[in-house]
């Protein structure tokens, strides 16, 4: 019981054994006061508007500002409005921000903090509560907030090396001579007419000048179409170190895509994990080389979580790739359910690769004995490329 309502209680008890004016008039004029202060807040609480502005994606160790406007409409003054913030642990030092503001009657006022982004994953902004309150009685009303804000931190983007992939090698400057298909678009040069070549080859600008027949070389076809199948369940991780094994696995994944995309490639994504943000599990992504495909790419890795159980090899066998398209496979470790998919698609005209994040001691060497590109990840989600 407040003070006040203490003070009025013993003036009833008092109008109850002294009905004069003078305490009557006191009575009411108590009654009076908390009635005012129990309604002041509750109207004054509909000409409250706020909204807060943040940003919808951090990279690591980027510092980002939020910024919450209060915007108050009401006739009356407020005497005091208290707001609080909740903030992820990841995010900041504080977790909990607090300010004591005073507004007049359509007064706008902007509150700023700075979150920062120091592990990848799916945060929530919030909740924001807002309690009014009046100077004539602890009459306090709470505002909560009904939806969150998200804010997804991308996972580090590391150096990709060279990659001695035959599809194309889409991360080297060379090109690969067996084709069945050439472009007629990528000329790369001319070489003197041999017996068989078309006609429609003969340059004959060329010809003409030099005097002899020669034909346009033209690029091979490449398949420059690349599928990351990404492992993420449970049970694929297991360990001491399953939790850091599945962040290096996203980190490489990530720096993949990131290399590939720059270098006009089309990348897909394919994982057995499940999205916080939609709360369902993830869909495999058709690929693409445009950067804002690059974005949603990120994003969604950024906020992947592992499932229970699964096995991305099972979504792999449903994709329909073009032959002579890349798939890359990260996993922790090579086992026989992994050795036998990835020899399959490698009969079905794909060519295969795997990274693995915690390789077994034969691993690397008894994939490349099967025709199979092996590689490891070190502790930072490097690609090793072992001589």
Known sequence: MTFLRAVTLLALIWLAFDPSPAVSFAVYVLIGAQVIGWLWPRLARRYIVWQRHAPLVLAPDEVGEVTITISYQGRLPLPYLIVTEDVPPSLSA?????????????????????????????YWLGPLRLVIGTVIDRNEVLIGEHQLTPLTIVPHIVPVPLLELPAGLPYSQER???SLFDDPVQKIGVRHYRFGDSPRLIDW???????????????????RMTVIALEFSETAYRGRFARDDRERAVIATASLATALINRQQAVGLCSDSCDPLTKAPIAPLLPRAEHDHLRTLLLLLGRIEPVPTGSVLTELSSLNLSWGSTLIAITSALDEAWLAGLTMLRRRGLYVAVILADPGPSDVLQARRYGIAAYRLDRAGAIVVDA
Request: proline share 4%; aromatic share 6%.
């Open 94 to 122: 504080v977790t909990r921000k607090r300010w004591v503001l005073s507004l007049h009657p359509g007064q706008q006022y902007t509150l700023r903090y700075q979150v920062q982004g120091r592990q990848r994953g799916l």
């Open 176 to 178: 690969r001579r067996l």
């Open 205 to 223: 600008k060329t010809s003409a000048r030099l005097g002899e027949l020669h034909v346009r070389e033209l690029a091979p076809v490449i398949a």
